[in-house]
């Protein structure tokens, strides 16, 4: 029997662009379009201490 494994990536990216008309897409994006991201660690934090 193969034993079953999972990659766990070490981070986690989420993006957020801001489109303010409706009917706008992903065309719609330039790079004077607003966004933001977050770099999320795919930590365990029973591991880890937080202050």
Do not use: H, R
């Not at 986690?12 to 662009?17: A, C, D, E, T, Y």
């Amino acid at each position: 029997m193969q034993s079953a494994a999972a990659n766990v990536p070490e981070d986690l990216w989420k993006v957020i662009v801001v489109l303010d008309k409706p009917g706008q897409g992903i065309s719609d994006v330039t790079e004077n379009t607003m966004a933001f991201a977050i770099d999320i660690p795919n930590i365990d934090p029973a591991k880890d201490e937080i202050t």
